[in-house]
């Protein structure tokens, strides 16, 4: 192990990882990041592969098993590949394969192997794909109690700190709902593991601008109305990251705009390494993963970089969400 799973400046453990694959060119990415990241804390690397029992159902019991076999070869030649890149030195790792509905299979796992972090890819499927198909991935992301790494189809697959380069800052996008704020502790707890540091975004709906009615704004009106919100936004940040203790080399970037766009535009600029997100709890997280304007999903697929993603509910060890600025 390189290093202990535990960040104890922030109470992040990270001890177990799950690396949920379906042997498309979609994984390629993950794996990489699963790799590094579990080098980095020191953790066991569950390599996982779900055969979905769609379609499955009204086959026969040898179809299945076929199906069933195939998956375990491929698992097994995955794991070949890998090791014979040297790619599971000072990891810890095993194989897991399982028959049925993806998520639940991979619920079971996450529970019964205490998993602190999944980290998958997707395909990205938009428009009515997404409408009548879904998404796995974003199923898995709304529903995982623990964060989740997401690799989107315009994510680079590198790792910067792999390849000797400079790694870029980290964007923690907040909206300073009780939701994003929990997931802060885990922005600044990859900063410190990968040394970098953390920017912190906010990104304004024009309706947010408070106009007088009684007259027609000018030009010069909404110039000074905008420059007034960034600037209370911005002053938000700066007190969130003070409470929140980050290192005083905390960026702050505040843009008007909808929310993916102005986030993903926001990672682009800053060449941002990865984008921490928090998650709204719903009680329809299956449906969530059919509607088309899911902001976190959005993100997901147009990101240049990986999105963490941790879902509101009870936070990590030893870090509790700041109360609101």
């Known amino acids: 192990m390189l290093q202990a799973a535990l960040d104890t400046s922030t109470g992040i453990h990270m001890k177990s990882i799950l690396l949920a694959t ?31 029992s769609v379609g499955l159902s009204i086959a026969d019991r040898e179809a299945s098993a076929k199906a069933t076999t195939a998956a375990a070869m491929e698992l097994l030649a995955l794991e070949e590949r890998l090791a014979a890149r040297s790619a599971f030195d000072g990891v810890e790792h095993d194989l897991i394969l399982c028959s049925g509905h993806i998520w639940v299979e991979l619920q079971a796992v ?13 395909h990205a499927r938009r428009g009515l794909r997404k409408v009548f198909l879904g998404s796995v991935a974003e199923r898995i992301f709304r ?55 953390v920017t912190l975004a906010h990104i ?3 309706s947010a601008l408070v106009v007088d009615h009684q007259r027609w704004p000018t030009v010069s009106d909404v110039a000074e109305l905008e420059l007034d919100a960034q600037m209370n936004a911005r002053l938000r940040l700066e007190r969130l990251a003070e409470r929140r203790g980050c290192d005083s080399d905390a960026a702050f970037t505040v843009e ?22 928090g998650l709204k709890r719903t009680a329809h997280t299956e449906a969530a ?30 870090a509790s969400a700041p109360a609101l600025p």
């Open 22 to 52: 379906d042997f498309s060119p979609a994984s390629d990415g993950p794996i990489h990041h699963a790799l590094t990241i579990a080098k980095h804390y020191g953790a066991v690397l569950h390599l996982a592969h779900a055969v979905p």
């Open 110 to 122: 996450i529970e019964r192997a205490a998993v602190d972090l999944v980290v998958i890819g997707t």
């Open 143 to 197: 529903q995982a109690g623990c964060p989740v790494l997401t690799v989107g189809p315009c994510s680079r697959s590198d790792v910067p700190t792999d390849a000797g380069g400079t790694p870029g800052p980290l964007l923690f996008a907040t909206d300073f709902s009780e939701a994003s704020l929990a997931a802060m502790p885990y922005a600044t707890s990859f900063a410190s593991q990968w040394k970098t540091h």
């Open 204 to 206: 304004l709906s024009p």
């Open 256 to 277: 008007f705009g909808e929310p993916a766009e102005g986030i993903v535009r926001a990672a682009r600029a800053l060449q941002a390494q990865a984008i921490v997100m």
């Open 289 to 318: 993963a059919h509607v088309r304007w899911s902001t976190a999903y959005d993100v997901v697929c147009s990101a240049g970089c990986p999105v963490l993603t941790i879902r509101e509910g009870p936070g990590p060890v030893g």
